[in-house]
């Protein structure tokens, strides 16, 4: 059984900070999945924020590129997202995502396992 449970959403004004975890608990050894991060606005589809492969491989969505570092701590079974210069379009639920060995995408397709999420709110 793998379960993924995030932290540290809140709300914050337009270009602060915030930083999500995600912890994993796990049968499989952590270092064997691929981790992402995924965002949901109120009436809007979920989309990929940030990716981070078994072999340290990263990817980003544009609209977040330069601004959100994705990372991970295998010894803590932990995973986060660092997001700097919020954006009132970030306001969302944040999710984690994994999946065992390498995803090439970040769509929903590509991750078989996921968080309860965890909410952003960004005022400007």
């Known amino acids: 059984q793998v379960q993924l449970t995030e932290a540290g959403g809140g709300s914050v004004q337009a270009g602060g900070s915030l930083r999500l975890s995600c912890e994993t608990s796990s049968p499989y050894p952590y270092s064997v999945f691929s981790l992402a991060w995924f965002r949901q606005a109120p009436g809007k589809e979920r989309e990929g924020v940030a990716k981070i492969d078994r072999d340290g491989g990263l990817g980003y969505a544009e609209s977040v590129q330069g601004r959100f570092t994705v990372s991970r701590n295998n010894a803590k079974n932990t995973l986060y997202l660092q997001m700097d210069r919020l954006k009132p379009e970030d306001t969302a639920t944040y999710y984690c995502?994994?999946?065992?060995?390498?995803?090439?995408?970040?769509?929903?397709?590509?991750?078989?396992?996921w968080g309860q999420g965890t909410q952003v709110t960004v005022s400007s």
């Open positions: 995502a994994a999946s065992v060995g390498y995803r090439r995408g970040l769509t929903e397709d590509d991750f078989d396992y």
